[in-house]
């Protein structure tokens, strides 16, 4: 069954440096792999999602993941911090060789960027 | 366009009772999923339609949560009788669910925040 870490529970980064958020997965086929974000009182916002193809992938807001095979992780990533991207971070993945297998998401990582 | 909209936002009920939450997905959408996000945890997967059938609902707790989606489009999600462990945010997700539903997107609407006393 596919299953997905994030090892950090929480994120602490000055605004303007650069942020990582980490995600590993494990899943038997090659993954499909999602990011979300979770501002207070709301739900779930997609912000980029790995299919095939390039293994960088650029999404909303200037965030952007690299998907490393060999290493089995897709880190979220954003080159300038912002105090509007405080919020909580979710990795997902689903393992496609069968077509109704389940979005399984990690347990999140809260991102603080502090001014 | 309109995101996925569900109601009620918060819901109080005391252990042994019943309560119903409902969601409407974005228009066109033919996949519309339920999650439970518990405090501290990612969401995980209750239930998901295809129209108005269901995928797979291998994580509903089927003696006391029931959900339809009778004419493919709004959904209910119920729980009777509530137990304090149901206590958690109840998200409600869609996505167009043509070719390749595995590469979705799922589109999620505010949640449900309810609380059992």
């Known amino acids: 069954a596919q299953s997905v870490a994030q090892p950090e529970d929480q994120v602490n980064v000055a605004e303007g440096n650069p942020l990582t958020v980490k995600c590993t997965y494990s899943v038997s086929g090659n993954p499909y792999l999602f990011w979300y974000v979770q501002y207070p009182n709301r739900g779930l916002q997609f912000l980029l999602k790995?299919?095939?193809?390039?293994?960088l992938v650029k999404g909303s807001y200037g965030f952007e993941a690299e998907f490393n095979k060999s290493q089995t992780s897709f880190h979220l990533k954003k080159p300038s911090a912002l105090v509007s991207d405080s919020a909580l971070y979710f990795c997902?993945?689903?393992?496609?060789?069968?077509?109704?297998?389940?979005?399984?998401f990690g347990k999140g990582t809260r991102l603080s960027v502090i001014a | 366009e309109a995101g996925v909209a569900q109601s009620p936002r918060y819901k109080i009920i005391e252990k042994r009772q019943s309560v119903a939450f409902w969601c409407n997905p974005i228009s066109g959408h033919a996949t519309l999923y339920w999650y439970q996000q518990i405090l501290g945890q990612g969401p995980k997967l209750l239930i998901q339609f295809q129209n108005n059938g269901v995928v797979d609902d291998s994580q509903l707790p089927k003696d006391r949560f029931s959900a339809e989606r009778l004419k493919g489009v709004d959904s209910t999600l119920k729980i009777q009788p509530a137990k304090l462990e149901d206590s958690a945010v109840y998200l409600c997700?869609?996505?167009?669910?043509?070719?390749?539903?595995?590469?979705?997107?799922?589109?999620f609407g505010p949640g449900t925040r309810l609380t059992v006393l």
């Open positions: 997902a993945v689903r393992d496609p060789p069968q077509e109704n297998t389940p979005l399984v």
């Open positions: 997700a869609s996505s167009l669910g043509r070719g390749t539903p595995s590469t979705d997107t799922q589109y």
């Open positions: 790995y299919i095939t193809g390039d293994n």
